[in-house]
């Protein structure tokens, strides 16, 4: 049976994997999951979290096929990302075949773990996270438990501008929404990503940063795009923007078959530790996307 088939058959609300509750439905996806005690729905992003040990669990929805992510989640890989694969297995998952990833990663002066549970089609691919740090390895089966309660439903309602909690105006412009992943909504002029035509990525922090310069850390998370580790910035000057404060940044870049491209960044900091972030990517008639980006970021607001 197709794996759409399948899923569109799961009842949310029945008991999965010896675990008693009630399916919660993850904002901007086609998820429902049985948390953990103590997890509550996360704003920042699509998911649950513990604000006592810092543990969260994330859906991700990823258009690209099952086999594809597997075959590129290699120790190799994860190691150049920070990450120590401790484990993979294969296990049965609702009479499919996922994946279950074990990595350890240290991250803002701590160590973390986690659990990863992929699955998917030909066509996309489910990864939902479980994050805790080391020091709270009892959550561990807890949080295995939650990840394998995972109910995906085709019919569930996964409106991506319900789930972020900000707004921008896209009217007047050629970019359209294609895709909400981890709290971030994802635009292109031809509705396609990946693609070679212009796109633009608004989004927020899942965590909270530690940051004192935030000029130097806008700076270097424009470095920490993919292939922007030799973009050239012309442009970074403070911005105010829904009260929030922060740098607008304009990059030149090549890409990797030496095209050349620009980068445009707006990075908005609170006092909490968190930010907003705004990225347009375009390879194309530098002027008038540059001004599309610009008008988008400005028209930002919180809900």
């Known amino acids: 049976m197709k794996f ?78 920070g990450m120590a694969l401790i484990s993979k297995q294969t296990v049965d998952f609702h009479h499919l075949i996922a994946t279950l990833f074990h ?22 691919t489910i990864l939902v996270n479980g994050i805790y740090p080391e020091a709270s390895k009892s959550l561990e089966a807890k949080i295995k438990e939650a990840l394998l309660s995972t109910v995906y439903t085709v019919s569930q309602d996964n409106n991506p501008l319900e789930a972020v909690t900000f707004t921008v105006d896209v009217e007047r412009t050629d970019l359209k929404l294609v895709k909400y992943l981890s709290g971030s909504l994802l635009y292109s002029v031809d509705g396609q990503v990946p693609t070679g035509k212009p796109t633009l990525i608004v989004g927020n922090s899942i965590a909270k940063v530690p940051f004192q310069d935030q000029k130097k850390y806008a700076e270097e998370r ?34 990797k078959d030496n095209k050349s491209e620009v980068i445009y960044q707006v990075m908005l900091f609170n006092n909490n530790g968190d930010y907003y972030i705004i990225v347009g990517q375009t390879k194309e008639d530098f002027s008038k996307y540059i001004a599309t980006f610009r008008r988008v970021a400005r028209s930002f607001k919180r809900k």
């Open 103 to 124: 990595v350890r990663q240290p991250a803002n002066g701590m160590v973390y773990i986690k659990q990863m549970l992929v699955f998917g089609d030909e066509k996309q």
């Open 4 to 81: 759409r088939l399948l899923f569109a058959c799961l009842f949310i609300g029945q008991i999965v994997s010896g675990q008693a509750g009630t399916h919660i439905k993850v904002s901007g996806t086609k998820c429902s999951i049985i948390p953990p005690d103590g997890f509550k729905a996360a704003s920042a992003f699509s998911g649950f979290q513990d604000t006592v040990t810092g543990a969260s669990i994330l859906v991700n929805e990823i258009p690209a096929p099952y086999q594809s992510i597997i075959d590129g989640f290699t120790a190799d890989v994860f190691k150049a990302r």
């Open 222 to 255: 424009l470095k920490k795009l993919p292939g922007g580790e030799n973009s050239i910035i012309k442009h970074a000057n403070e911005i105010t923007i829904d009260h929030l404060k922060g740098y607008e940044i304009i990059a030149d870049n090549k890409t």
